[in-house]
């Protein structure tokens, strides 16, 4: 069975701080990993992807995301917020078994403050 | 710019009633889901079609839903009778997927459905 973790709810940070959302990931095989970013009344969009290499993977809007296999983690980081990066973050698996759906986290909910 | 197309974008209807919501994917994307937003429950996979073949609708209650894809071009998720408990959003989201790909799927903007 392939699932994510998002431990927090929400997350408050003020503009121009460094952000980071967190994300933990149980899988069979090894991990497809991605982020995405839902505004209000919108769908979501899709922010970046761990699939392979480098463990470092960047991302729209200036967002990155470190995989880190030993703590089986995927956080969602920005060095410097925006106000305008208030959203809901989800985090979602696929394994290399099986195969097609993506299994999302619960979300957490980035508040930006001026 | 190619994007994942739903209609009707907001719905609300009264209890009872039939509901059918349409998506149209990405042109050329072989695999199609339909997931389903709540505050309580999150982000739930209903059902998925790869190739309009169904592959898994274990997400969904089957007494009252029901998924088609009768063209590559259109998939339809359909509730007959609708509850105040289905209210939620119903996304559909396409992408071009293998078995075990890292391949992204995209989502559309989303159906919103009330029963009242």
């Known amino acids: 069975a392939q699932s994510v973790a998002q431990p927090e709810d929400q997350v408050n940070v003020a503009e121009g701080n460094p952000l980071t959302v967190k994300c933990t990931y149980s899988v069979s095989g090894n991990p497809y990993l991605f982020w995405y970013v839902q505004y209000p009344n919108r769908g979501l969009q899709f922010l970046l992807k761990y699939i392979t290499g480098d463990n470092l993977v960047k991302g729209s809007y200036g967002f990155e995301a470190e995989f880190n296999k030993s703590q089986t983690s995927f956080h969602l980081k920005k060095p410097s917020a925006l106000v305008s990066d208030s959203a809901l973050y989800f985090c979602a698996v696929r394994d290399t078994f099986s195969g097609y759906a993506l299994n999302f986290g619960k979300g957490t909910s980035l508040l930006v403050t001026p | 710019d190619a994007r994942v197309t739903q209609t009707p974008r907001h719905k609300v209807t009264e209890m009872g009633q039939e509901v059918t919501m349409r998506c149209q994917p990405i042109?050329?994307?072989?695999?199609v889901f339909w997931y389903r937003q709540t505050m309580m429950q999150g982000l739930e996979l209903l059902a998925y079609?790869?190739?309009?073949?169904?592959?898994?609708d274990s997400g969904m209650p089957k007494d009252r839903f029901s998924a088609e894809m009768p063209d590559a071009t259109l998939a339809t998720l359909k509730i007959q009778p609708s509850e105040p408990r289905d209210s939620a959003v119903y996304f559909c989201?396409?992408?071009?997927?293998?078995?075990?790909?890292?391949?992204?799927?995209?989502f559309g903007e989303g159906s919103w459905l009330t029963v009242v």
């Open positions: 989201a396409s992408g071009s997927i293998a078995g075990g790909s890292g391949n992204t799927i995209y």
């Open positions: 042109l050329g994307h072989n695999t």
């Open positions: 079609f790869r190739n309009r073949a169904p592959l898994d």
